[in-house]
């Protein structure tokens, strides 16, 4: 096969299998192959599915808009039944679940072959894929940086053409911070789009959702469109839609008003490349026709973040005591990382009462915030404060979580605001750094409204393409 085929995205690998111009069984081989050639260097797919992949194949695949197209699953967040559900943990690696997340089912009836389990830090907890579990995921536009986390390996699989798209969650920014570092798109849905049972119907009172980094912008909102809606029971779902994602992509976003900003809300510095990256982006929209200029929220950000911190404490300790009590394993020494074990006493100690200010916290925040896109209909910052840090920046062996919770809001200090407040938001790859660094430039939109932001983002897309940028040290 012309490897050139796996560079196109997903949508035109599935257009191929339905002309029958190639076989599934074929695209899979290749991209098999491609996997032993960069999966060594990269770390990103811990858990090969291969049998499964194949045996899916031989029972015939639904005829869904992405029938034949290999895909990867997070290791976090998501069951396929019989394989290894480990969510970055030395704990959990002989974890199997019986049962299958709706998530995967939706996969399964797009017509989605899902070939593999990528690597995340230990519960999603980190902006970076290190987990002592599994090894590092590299950066592949500079191997002794981070891939970002914590859906890192899902990013790294991307960035170089193992799949075109893979399974990703974000809770603080954990679609969108490896997106930026690996030069990828990744978006995030607004709060309630996609279905997360039936293990659970939340997480972290509304911080996590789940979709997807890929390579076009086409792919990503064509499976919104295939995953989007609620599953039977649950707690709570997104505003309905006007029309399909995918038709969203083709047309004109109008003119939007769009604020930019170039400072962090906590007073840290936020280094050059990432403000280039914003301002070269503002500049490419006012050129598009829109009105942009400087403003952020005038918000408390300092109670904000005291806020996320205590539902973040909380819900490491929520984690580690459900996935003990599913899998019947109990967190010994050395079976979880320091910094996890951390966070995960600090959360046993915060009482139901200092929660729940912290829910009513973030709760006036998003009507703050609301408030700001009555004048605005999407907010322009950096995805991140530096360019992709080296590998050990955030030490998983430090038993002093808020340290390194803190410097990741330095890292990151606009990701995690979409979480608090259930919006969409994106990250595109518009800027390389003069070292050749990827530099993802963050858009949020307004609750319920992914359309917009599929439609700028198809905009950008055209007028500034990315699509054909491979790292050239690991490309085939």
């Not at 997070?74 to 969510?87: E, N, Q, T």
Request: glycine fraction near 8%; proline fraction near 9%; hydrophobic fraction near 40%.
């Amino acid at each position: 096969m012309d490897t050139s085929l796996l560079e196109l995205d997903a949508l035109a690998q599935a257009e191929l299998v339905r002309n029958k111009q190639i076989h599934p069984e074929e695209l899979l081989e290749a991209y098999l192959k491609r996997f032993e050639q960069l999966n060594p260097r990269l770390n990103a797919v811990i858990t090969p599915m291969v049998d499964e992949a194949r045996q899916m194949i031989r029972e015939g695949l639904p005829p869904g808009p992405f029938q034949g197209v290999p895909i990867l699953l997070k290791d976090s967040g998501v069951a396929y039944p019989g394989v290894p559900l480990s969510s970055g943990s030395a704990m959990l690696k002989r974890y199997v679940p019986t049962y299958e997340s709706e998530l995967v089912t939706r996969y399964k009836q797009a017509g989605l072959v899902i070939v593999g389990k990528t690597n995340t830090p230990e519960f999603g907890l980190l902006a970076t894929t290190e987990p002592l579990a599994f090894g590092p995921t590299l950066n592949p536009w500079d191997g002794a940086r981070s891939a970002g986390g914590s859906s890192g390996g899902a990013a790294a699989a991307v960035a170089v053409g193992m799949v075109p798209m893979a399974h990703a969650s974000d809770g603080g920014g954990s679609i969108r911070i490896p997106a930026a570092a690996c030069g990828v798109f990744g978006f995030k849905p607004t709060r309630g789009r996609t279905p997360l049972g039936p293990a659970v119907g939340d997480v972290m009172n509304g911080l996590v959702s789940h979709h997807a980094v890929t390579r076009s912008v086409r792919d990503s909102a064509a499976l919104l469109d295939a995953t989007a809606g609620p599953a039977p029971g649950d707690p709570y779902w997104a505003p309905p839609v006007t029309r399909p994602y995918l038709q969203e992509t083709k047309r004109t976003p109008g003119r939007l008003r769009l604020a930019f900003t170039l400072r962090s809300p906590f007073g840290h510095p936020i280094h050059e490349e990432c403000i280039k990256a914003v301002q070269r982006a503002a500049k490419l929209c006012q050129e598009l026709g829109h009105e942009v200029e400087e403003s952020m929220p005038d918000i408390d950000y300092e109670a904000y973040k005291d806020a996320f911190l205590t539902i973040w404490k909380v819900g490491c300790a929520f984690s580690v005591e459900s996935l003990a009590q599913a899998s019947g394993c109990r967190p010994a020494e050395n079976m979880i990382e320091p910094l996890t074990r951390a966070l995960w006493e600090a959360g046993k100690r915060i009482s139901g009462d200092q929660y729940l200010s912290a829910v009513t916290v973030l709760q006036r925040l998003a009507r703050q915030v609301a408030h700001f896109f009555s004048r605005y209909d999407v907010w322009l910052t950096p995805t991140m404060a530096e360019p992709p840090v080296p590998l050990g920046t955030f030490d998983s062996s430090s038993t002093d979580p808020d340290k390194v919770i803190n410097r990741g809001f330095h890292y990151v200090p606009f990701t995690p605001l979409a979480n608090a407040t259930g919006q969409p938001a994106m990250s595109v790859p518009l800027y390389w750094s003069s070292s050749g660094l990827p530099i993802g430039t963050h858009f949020i939109g307004r609750f319920g409204d992914e359309a917009t932001l599929f439609r700028l983002a198809a905009q950008l897309e055209q007028a500034a393409p990315w699509s054909n940028r491979f790292p050239p040290c690991l490309v085939m």
